[in-house]
């Protein structure tokens, strides 16, 4: 699984010169699908030029903390909020010393101190300046609040020393990376999604449907998938390619997504609710277009069978995730959705003029029962890969309860 394939990766460059490999780390992530914006130190300037790191990138880079231009166009709080993930490489003696000590004195030392998303370092550095006490202790504060190092390698060093030091080559930074955006955490799961709109007929060439892109169960389908869950994505018609290793099954209409459903939910460890299913369907469509002779014309609908609420009100049902998607009073009407539908969980957005549907950035309110967490604006891709670690954290949990 090319588990990097639309990950944002923010890819910081401190000053060393093990700079230059840095360009190549950007071409290499941008070939495996991943999209990359740079962040370089003022030291990095001297060793690679920000003009470099542009063109291999395609997006402007960012240097200033307090950039007037940037801010318009994508401030450190936004950077923050875009990556999935940091990757400091190559990572100084210094910059590491400055980000163990909590200092924000510039952009790239910020962003990884208000990071949510995990943090990445490859050190490259002098054998000495490594192995001195100093750097020593850096590392294990670093790694105790929880960044992550990659290497350093042991071999050749620029400075013609040998020993340990040397930056991760290009590709092995690429491969550990992409390894930790897998997870094991529903390993060996069966998952059913649903995602998307429905499409009811009124005639041959009308329908009633709504503004859903599926652009959030899909994502939420690809995540369970690199968490090892065995992923049936049943969606209904959408512009968006399926995520690859999830078996998809495309439906039009609220029946038969819920037939759909039901044949695959016997085995299903976990159930998840992310269509936006059409509430009313026409109780009888018209076999012929109708035309438009009248001034007023009369559907009579009629509702469509709730999937989440036939899923949850089974004998033995999976865990079983809803979505909420209200215009207001929000928490409130999730959590009666939670109790009133028997949910696991309900995973609420707001809905509305540019807000929730069609759009790239979401956010969420997660409540289960005795407990609910926010989960603030980001892309619905890195929401849906935090849902699917709550889901699982969840559904462990529940089934530990239960085995005792
Ligand atoms: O009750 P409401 O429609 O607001 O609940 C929304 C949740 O129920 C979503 O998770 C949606 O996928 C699911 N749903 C369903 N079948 C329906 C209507 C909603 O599965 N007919």
Redesign the pocket.
């Known amino acids: 699984m090319n588990s990097l394939l639309g990950k944002r990766i923010l890819l910081g460059v401190s000053g060393g010169i093990a700079a230059y490999k840095s360009a190549d780390l950007v071409r290499k992530l941008r070939e495996r699908g991943a999209d990359a914006r740079v962040v370089m130190t003022r030291s990095a300037c001297e060793f690679i030029t920000p003009l470099t790191m542009q063109a291999v990138s395609g997006k402007p880079v960012h240097v200033e903390l307090l950039d007037y231009k940037a801010e318009g166009a994508m401030g450190h709080i936004d950077l923050a909020r875009w990556a999935d993930m940091i990757l400091v490489a190559p990572a100084s003696a210094n910059f590491m010393s400055r980000v163990a000590q909590g200092q924000a004195d510039d952009l790239l030392s910020t962003l990884c101190l208000a990071a949510s998303v995990p943090v990445i370092m490859a050190p490259a550095m002098n054998q000495q300046m490594w192995l001195n006490p100093a750097t020593q202790r850096n590392v294990a504060l670093l790694k105790d609040y929880q960044v992550t190092l990659l290497g350093p390698g042991v071999g050749d060093q620029a400075c013609g020393e040998t020993g340990p030091g040397r930056m991760l080559e290009p590709l092995e930074l690429i491969d550990a990376l992409a390894k930790s955006f897998l997870s094991d955490r529903m390993s060996g799961l069966k998952v059913v999604v649903?995602a998307g709109p429905t499409r009811e007929a009124i005639d041959p060439v009308r329908y009633i449907s709504n503004r859903s892109s599926g652009r959030m169960g899909y994502a939420v389908a690809r995540a369970a998938s690199e968490a090892g869950g065995h992923v049936v994505l049943v969606s209904g018609p959408t512009a968006i390619d399926p995520p690859e290793h999830v078996r998809h099954c495309p439906v039009i209409t609220?029946a038969e997504m819920h037939n759909s459903v039901m044949a695959e939910i016997d085995d299903a460890a976990i159930f998840i609710?992310?269509?936006?299913?059409a509430?009313y369907r026409c109780n009888q469509a018209a076999d012929k277009k109708i035309k438009k002779d009248n001034d007023e014309l009369e559907l009579l609908l009629k509702k469509?069978?709730?999937?989440?609420a036939a899923v949850a009100n089974r004998k033995l049902p999976p865990f079983t995730v809803?979505?909420?998607?209200e215009t207001h009073s929000l928490s409130d009407y999730a959590q009666q959705?939670l109790i009133n539908?028997k949910l696991d969980m309900v995973a609420a957005n707001q809905v509305g003029e540019n807000q929730g549907f069609d759009t790239k950035d979401n956010e969420l309110e997660v409540f289960w029962s005795g407990g609910g967490v926010r989960l603030e604006r980001a892309p619905k891709e890195k929401l849906a890969r935090q849902l699917i670690h709550l889901i699982a954290n969840r559904y462990h949990e529940k089934n530990t309860a239960q085995a005792h």
């Open positions: 649903t609220a609710a992310a269509a936006a299913v509430d469509t069978p709730d999937i989440l809803g979505f909420a998607a959705k539908k």
